[in-house]
């Protein structure tokens, strides 16, 4: 069965500053896809990015990018010019091929943006 | 708006009354999912439905009932609660297309209390 590690329980980060967020995983199938997901206090999650396991390049969406490591089964996320509003909690994914389509979780990182 | 929602948001209840979390979705979504999130462990899949009258369990179903008699509504029930079963549920849904990366939209979460 897969798993998600993330071994960061809290992390925080002065504004405009960047941060880095670990995610490992276990596996053993080739094609797979990986997510962050954010949890601000509101509790709703939100997608903040995504990466198909066949794709070398790194993802990115503006102050977000990832380091997506295949051999080492490594996923970590980066935030660069952190805001207030990126303090949340922040959750690593891995879903599952075909069948039930399944997101394994990590337990959560959670940030803190200090002004 | 393209939305998932549940009722109720919050929920207390007591040991053995039966009860129901509605989760219903507008985009026309096939695949749907409950996940339970407790401190530290994450989230964790209870049942999910890869179409209308297509379900199965999840990692955790024990105590949970789904149906899924219509596309866009796909109920939790509780049939007799336990306090072990407090916790935070989310409803998720997708398209559901082999070997796609499309993105599970959650809905706002259901925070339920059983003393």
């Known amino acids: 069965a897969q798993t998600v590690t993330q071994s960061q329980p809290e992390m925080s980060v002065q504004e405009a500053e960047t941060v880095t967020l670990s995610c490992t995983y276990d596996t053993s199938e080739s094609d797979y896809y990986l997510f962050w997901y954010k949890q601000p206090p509101s509790r709703q999650m939100i997608l903040v990015i995504r990466?198909?396991?066949?794709?070398?390049q790194n993802a990115t969406e503006n102050r977000f990018s990832v380091n997506f490591q295949k051999a080492a089964k490594s996923f970590s996320l980066k935030i660069s010019d952190s805001q207030l509003g990126d303090a949340a909690m922040y959750f690593c994914?891995?879903?599952?091929?075909?069948?039930?389509?399944?997101?394994?979780f990590g337990k959560g990182t959670k940030l803190t943006v200090n002004p | 708006e393209a939305q998932v929602t549940q009722n109720p948001r919050y929920l207390i209840t007591v040991t053995g009354k039966k009860l129901t979390v509605t989760c219903s979705q507008n985009m026309n979504h096939e695949y749907m999912s409950w996940y339970r999130q407790d401190p530290g462990l994450g989230l964790r899949q209870i049942y999910y439905?890869?179409?209308?009258?297509?379900?199965d369990k999840g990692d955790v179903p024990e105590g949970y009932k789904v149906s899924r008699k219509e596309k866009r509504n796909f109920p939790l029930i509780l049939e007799s609660p336990s306090p072990n079963q407090t916790s935070l549920y989310f409803c998720a849904s997708s398209l559901s297309l082999i070997d796609s990366s499309y993105e599970q939209y959650f809905g706002p979460g259901t925070r339920l209390t059983v003393t």
């Open positions: 990466q198909e396991a066949y794709k070398q």
């Open positions: 439905s890869m179409n209308v009258e297509v379900t």
């Open positions: 994914a891995y879903r599952t091929q075909g069948g039930s389509e399944k997101l394994v």
